[in-house]
């Protein structure tokens, strides 16, 4: 399968190809989806709590969501911030202060999830899609974390398992090379304990099966949301995204001396 289609690439381009995003000054505006108001109260409940590492959201109307611009490096450039040991911990310090603050917050009653809830100890609310290019980047410092369309209530291990994927990347030494954009193949077990260790205070997880099952519940939203007619969700599944995320999940498991 064509690199350009696979996982990584898929979280990459989803909102660029099918939500497509305006800048105008400081402001961003894009298609809002049915978990827009959900999201927006999240954010505005972080940033009362005096977090501006979210986006300010501005409003929804028309069917249009605003939101105010936080300047920096995201999307394919954020993979060369997180190379160093700083960038990395820098993100996962981020998260954790994201976690820590959400979890007071208290959801509208009619509050749409962007994924499946997932069911567990110490819930936090999730941002469901932490890789490296949905974080605001200055000089190998992750200062934000932006596009939470898949925002859901689960333990933080949650995201810190799909984080785990990408940033140490759990990932052949080809896609290491080739996509993340790594000078050198990464040591893998360093940098998840770099981010782990940042992170601070999780509870005693299996790094293998954390991310695998992470990453079929990820397949399975993809299926789910392609059998109901979505887009870009049906063209990903028509192109054999279920086939390259199988063969991703069998590559971390027969990798697990590399990670551990």
Known sequence: MDDALDAGARAAQVN???RPVKIDGEVVSRPAA??????????RHLRSQGLDCVPEPLGVDDGVE???FIAGADGGEGWYHQHTDQGLASAARLLRRIHDASRDWAPPADATWGAPSVPGDDIVYCHGDPGPWNFIWHDNEAVALIDWDYLHPAPRVDDVAYALQW?????????ALEWHHF???PD???RIQVFVDAYGDLPAFDVVDAV?????ATSDLVRALAEQGQEPQRTWVAEGALEQDAAEI???RDNRTLII
């Open 250 to 252: 069998a590559w971390v």
């Open 16 to 18: 660029e190809e099918f």
């Open 66 to 68: 605003t939101l105010r």
């Open 212 to 216: 695998t099952v992470r990453m079929q």
């Open 188 to 190: 893998r077990s360093h």
């Open 183 to 185: 000078p050198e193949v």
């Open 167 to 175: 940033f140490a990347p759990l990932r052949s030494d080809e896609l």
């Open 34 to 43: 049915d978990g827009t108001s959900t999201v927006h109260s999240l954010l």
